[in-house]
């Protein structure tokens, strides 16, 4: 029973080994960056576009 859950352990300690020698490659991190940034930019418009939206209802309505 010993041996199996030291074995286990070896393999899960491996495959994070392999997540993060995949996260440390340049394209990886480039690529999480471009994505933060476009999520961040779209998020931004649609409060720009949703803060104007209550402004002009607003006027409309008076």
């Known amino acids: ?3 199996q859950q030291s074995s ?3 393999i899960a ?3 994070n080994t392999d ?3 995949e996260a440390d ?3 990886v991190k480039w690529r999480y960056l471009f994505g ?3 999520w ?3 998020n931004a418009i649609v409060i720009a576009l949703c803060a104007g939206a209550s402004v002009l209802t607003i006027k409309r309505i008076k």
């Open 1 to 3: 029973m010993r041996d």
């Open 8 to 10: 286990d352990t070896s």
């Open 13 to 15: 300690l491996d495959a």
């Open 19 to 21: 997540v993060q020698q």
């Open 25 to 27: 490659k340049p394209a």
């Open 36 to 38: 933060f940034l476009a």
């Open 40 to 42: 961040t930019v779209l």
